[in-house]
Structures are given as C-alpha cells and as structure tokens.
C-alpha cells in the first residue's frame, strides 16, 4: 500500500470502505492519510476503526502515536496509559509512554517507560528504537550505542527508521539523514512519519540546510524530510 500506486490503493480503500466498513480498511486509509500529511483525518480513521474493533492491539498503538504527533503529548501519554490498563500486553504503548516523557524533558521516565517496552520477550524494532533515543537523551551514551548495533544486527525487515531518532539524539545527524534516505529508498512505512515525528524536528532542519547550501540539484522525491 505504501510501497507504490498509492493513489490506486486509496481508491480501494475507499470503495472498500463504501461496501462493507472494517476497521482493517479504516487502519489502511488511517496511514495513507499521514502520507498526505493528514493528521487529523487519520486520527478520524482510527476513531472510526476503533468503534468497530475497541480493544485492536494495532488501533490503540496507532490512535496514542497519532496524537503524540499531531503535537498532543499528554494526551497521547493519556491514551497510552489507559489502553495498557485494558490491554497490559501491548509493549508499544510504553514506547509512547517513553517518547512522551522525553518530549516532556523527563529523560529518566523515558528511559524507564522505554526499559519496560524492550523487556518484553521479542522486543520490536519500534520499541529497541525508542529505547536507543531515550539512553541518548539520557545521556547513557554507551547504552544507546549498544541498542542501536542490536537493531541493525537484526537481518530481516526494515530497521532504518528505527535508528534515526537516537543517531539525531547523539548529534549524528549526516547519518540519520543517510538513514532516513535509506529508509526513504526501502520504501519503508514509518517514512511516512518523517514530517510530524516529534523527534525528527532537528533532522527536518538539517535536511532543508542541507538541501540548500550543499544539495541544491536535490529533486523533491529525494528528499530526506521536510517541515510541514
């Protein structure tokens, strides 16, 4: 869906929608819309796909990380709080919980939020990534370093995305940007949050220096990440 003929998969979606709404088809229109940087339809989405599929492990993450983008950091801590009182088993929702308190200055509390999401059995990429960026902005250096290498020691799927937040929290920005190009070329769903993720804002601004003062021949499709 996000790889290409986004136009063509939408109208599906939408006509899939029309015939017979599932809460499936309003997740897929939900990432679309961030693609076109619709927050707000996409938390419309979700909404609507949660009235059909309340407890849906894959809809709570996405609802809390949606309003963590849209600029609403308690809220999103809120939300992630009260869907682990119901669903305890969702480890991404202590990643929210971790990205919101460092968004918040609370360092410690991320790390300590991001810990318990990484403690689960098969930790995912999402939540090894939040953990690299929270011993970052912690200042635990060593450990983030050490969590980034098990990321990449991971041989299947996409994992570029996952490293660029903590690369930018260690001040390695020229290869977050290579990164994030990678994942860009990968076709990597979570690109899509390049513009409105909260921990890539000092990436976006690298990136449009750069585009001006050393990548002037740059073409919009190969842009890392641009402001909204």
Same mark, same amino acid.
């Given at each position: 869906?996000?790889?290409?003929?986004?136009?063509?998969?939408?109208?599906?979606?939408?006509?899939?929608?029309?015939?017979?709404?599932?809460?499936?088809?309003?997740?897929?229109?939900?990432?679309?819309?961030?693609?076109?940087?619709?927050?707000?339809?996409?938390?419309?989405?979700?909404?609507?796909?949660?009235?059909?599929?309340?407890?849906?492990?894959?809809?709570?993450?996405?609802?809390?990380?949606?309003?963590?983008?849209?600029?609403?950091?308690?809220?999103?801590?809120?939300?992630?709080?009260?869907?682990?009182? %119901?669903?305890?088993?969702?480890? @991404?929702?202590?990643?929210?919980?971790?990205?919101?308190?460092?968004?918040?200055?609370?360092?410690?509390?991320?790390?300590?939020?991001?810990?318990?999401?990484?403690?689960?059995?098969?930790?995912?990429?999402?939540?090894?990534?939040?953990?690299?960026?929270?011993?970052?902005?912690?200042?635990?250096?060593?450990?983030?370093?050490?969590?980034?290498?098990?990321?990449?020691?991971?041989?299947?799927?996409?994992?570029?995305?996952?490293? %660029?937040?903590?690369? @930018?929290?260690?001040?390695?920005?020229?290869?977050?940007?290579?990164?994030?190009?990678?994942?860009?070329?990968?076709?990597?769903?979570?690109? %899509?949050?390049?513009?409105?993720?909260?921990?890539?804002?000092?990436?976006?601004?690298?990136?449009?220096?750069?585009?001006?003062?050393?990548?002037?021949?740059?073409?919009?499709?190969?842009? @890392? %990440?641009?402001?909204?």
């Amino acid at each position: 869906m996000l790889c290409s003929r986004t136009e063509q998969g939408g109208g599906r979606i939408d006509e899939a929608i029309r015939m017979r709404p599932e809460w499936l088809s309003f997740y897929y229109r939900a990432w679309l819309r961030v693609d076109r940087r619709d927050l707000k339809g996409a938390l419309a989405d979700v909404e609507a796909a949660l009235a059909l599929s309340p407890l849906e492990r894959g809809l709570l993450i996405f609802r809390a990380w949606l309003t963590l983008c849209h600029g609403k950091i308690d809220e999103a801590d809120a939300l992630a709080r009260d869907a682990l009182n %119901v669903r305890n088993d969702i480890d @991404i929702l202590w990643s929210v919980r971790a990205a919101a308190a460092c968004e918040r200055g609370d360092a410690a509390q991320g790390v300590a939020y991001a810990e318990r999401a990484a403690a689960s059995t098969e930790p995912s990429r999402m939540a090894l990534g939040q953990l690299a960026y929270a011993y970052a902005k912690a200042g635990a250096v060593s450990r983030a370093r050490t969590t980034i290498e098990a990321i990449k020691a991971r041989a299947t799927g996409h994992s570029a995305a996952f490293l %660029v937040a903590a690369l @930018i929290a260690l001040g390695e920005l020229a290869e977050a940007e290579r990164l994030w190009l990678r994942a860009e070329e990968e076709r990597c769903p979570w690109r %899509v949050f390049g513009w409105c993720d909260p921990r890539l804002a000092p990436l976006r601004r690298a990136a449009q220096n750069l585009i001006k003062e050393r990548l002037p021949a740059l073409t919009p499709t190969r842009s @890392i %990440v641009t402001a909204p």
